[in-house]
C-alpha cells in the first residue's frame, strides 16, 4: 500500500501560532514510518490571537462571538493547510484545533452526574468547515471521545510517542515543552512493554515564561529566545520550593492541566511571591524557568517507575537553551537531547502526530493510551468530516 499524506494541525496552549505539518504516513504501529515532507509556523493574526487568549484567561463572551470566533480559527487552520500543500496533494488532515478550555476529570467543578465527573475539553476550529474549505476529508475533535470514557482527554500523543520513539533496550522519556508540559515514559521495548508506558502533563512549560517576559516588556517580546534574558539571572530558589508545593505537582496521574490553573493568575501570585526577594526580571525569569524545569524532574522522581536513561525533548521550550541546562543539570547526568536526534522534527512533533492519529482515525486503530489518560478503554479519536466540494 502506498504512503498516505496527511496535514497535522495545531496550536498549543502558547497560542503563538499554527503548526503544520505535511506528512507521508504508512504502516499501522509496530511498523509506523513518517516521512516529514514540510513544516511551518503559521503566527494567528495579532486581533485573532489577542481575542483567543482574553477567552483563554476567563472573559466572557456572547454565543455569537464564540461561533464568529469558531469560524475564524477554523479559516486560518484552513489556510494554513492549503499554504503547505504539494504535489501529490495531501487526502487527509487532522487537526487538534486551538484549546480554549480543559477541565481535567474529577475536578471539583465537574459534579454532572452523580455516578462519576466526566472533565470537558473544549477545542475550537470547526473541522466541518476546514473540510468544505480545503476540499480535504478533516478530522478534528480528538478529545473527546477518551473524555466520553472517563479519560482525561489529554496527552494524546503518548501512544504515537510508544511506536515511532521506543526503544529495544533503552527506557525514555518524551518531555514536550509547550505552553504546558507532558511527557511520556517509553519503557525498552519488550514483552508487554506498551502496558507500561506512561504520561501526564508535568505542569507549566513556556506559559509562565512567556506571560513573565510580556509583562516586563509591556507586551513588547512574546518569548524569551533561548532563554538568553533569564541566562542572566539567579533562580530564587525557596521560591522554586515554594511553587513546588503547590497542589498539582503531587496529584499522582493520569492527570493533565491547562492555561486555567497555570495562567496569568497564577503568574501575578508568583510575582506577588517575589516582591519580598527584589528579584530583578532577569532572577525573576530565571526563577520561573527554574520551575518548568524543576517540576518536570520532580516529576519523574515522584512518580515514573523508573528514572529514563534518556530525555528526548519537542516542542517551542526545546529551544530554551537555558531550561536545558537547567534540565540537564537537575537530571543528574541523563543525556537530554531533541527528537531531532532519533528523526522526528521536535519543532513539528505535536502536528505530525495529530496527522498520524487522524490516519489511525481512518484505518480504525485506536489513539488514546488508558494507562496515560485514565479512560476505561481503548477508543477511536476524533470525528470525520468529508470534504463538501472537489479539490481544485
Not at 472533565?119 to 466541518?128: A, E, I, M, N, T
Amino acid at each position: 500500500m502506498s504512503p498516505t499524506r496527511v496535514i497535522g494541525l495545531i496550536s498549543g496552549t502558547s497560542v503563538d501560532g499554527i503548526d503544520v505539518a505535511l506528512v507521508e504516513i504508512s504502516g499501522t504501529e509496530l511498523d509506523l514510518q513518517v516521512q516529514l515532507i514540510a513544516g511551518k509556523t503559521y503566527p494567528y493574526p495579532v486581533e485573532l490571537r489577542e481575542k483567543i487568549l482574553s477567552v483563554v484567561t476567563g472573559a466572557s463572551i456572547s454565543m455569537l462571538e464564540l461561533a464568529e470566533l469558531d469560524d475564524a480559527i477554523a479559516l486560518v487552520f484552513a489556510q494554513a493547510a492549503q499554504n503547505i500543500q504539494s504535489y501529490p496533494p495531501a487526502t487527509l488532515i487532522g487537526s487538534h484545533g486551538q484549546t480554549v478550555y480543559h477541565r481535567p476529570a474529577g475536578a471539583e467543578t465537574a459534579n454532572i452526574t452523580n455516578v462519576y465527573p466526566l472533565g470537558y475539553s473544549l477545542q475550537l476550529g470547526r473541522g466541518d468547515l476546514i473540510a468544505h474549505i480545503t476540499g480535504i476529508n478533516t478530522i478534528s475533535n480528538f478529545r473527546v471521545a477518551d473524555i466520553a470514557v472517563c479519560g482525561h482527554g489529554a496527552p494524546l500523543v503518548s501512544r504515537v510517542d510508544a511506536f515511532l520513539l521506543s526503544h529495544p533496550q533503552e527506557a525514555r522519556c518524551i518531555q514536550n515543552i509547550g505552553g504546558i508540559g507532558n511527557l511520556t515514559y517509553l519503557p525498552p521495548r519488550t514483552e508487554n512493554w506498551l502496558s507500561q508506558v506512561r504520561g501526564w502533563d508535568t505542569g507549566p512549560g513556556n506559559s509562565l515564561l512567556d506571560l513573565a517576559v510580556e509583562h516586563y516588556t509591556n507586551g513588547a517580546k512574546k518569548y524569551d529566545e533561548n532563554g538568553n534574558w533569564a541566562a542572566t539571572g539567579t533562580p530564587c530558589y525557596p521560591l522554586v520550593e515554594k511553587w513546588l508545593s503547590q497542589e498539582y505537582f503531587h496529584l499522582p496521574p493520569p492527570k493533565s492541566t491547562g492555561r486555567e490553573l497555570f495562567g496569568l493568575a497564577y503568574l501575578h501570585r508568583c510575582l506577588a511571591d517575589s516582591q519580598a526577594y527584589q528579584l530583578s526580571a532577569a532572577d525573576f525569569l530565571a526563577t520561573i524557568t527554574e520551575l518548568s524545569a524543576a517540576s518536570i524532574v520532580h516529576s519523574y522522581r515522584t512518580f515514573l517507575p523508573q528514572m529514563p536513561q534518556r530525555v528526548l525533548l519537542c516542542g517551542g521550550g526545546s529551544r530554551n537553551f537555558y531550561l536545558k541546562q537547567r534540565l540537564e543539570l537537575l537530571l543528574d547526568g541523563i543525556p537530554v537531547s531533541t527528537t531531532d536526534e532519533m528523526g522526528l522534527s521536535a519543532e513539528f512533533k505535536e502536528a505530525i502526530a495529530f496527522a498520524v492519529l487522524a490516519y489511525w482515525r481512518k484505518i480504525g486503530i485506536p489513539g488514546n493510551l488508558p494507562v496515560v489518560t485514565g479512560g476505561s478503554h481503548e477508543v477511536l479519536l476524533g470525528e470525520e468530516h468529508l470534504a463538501t466540494r472537489i479539490q481544485e
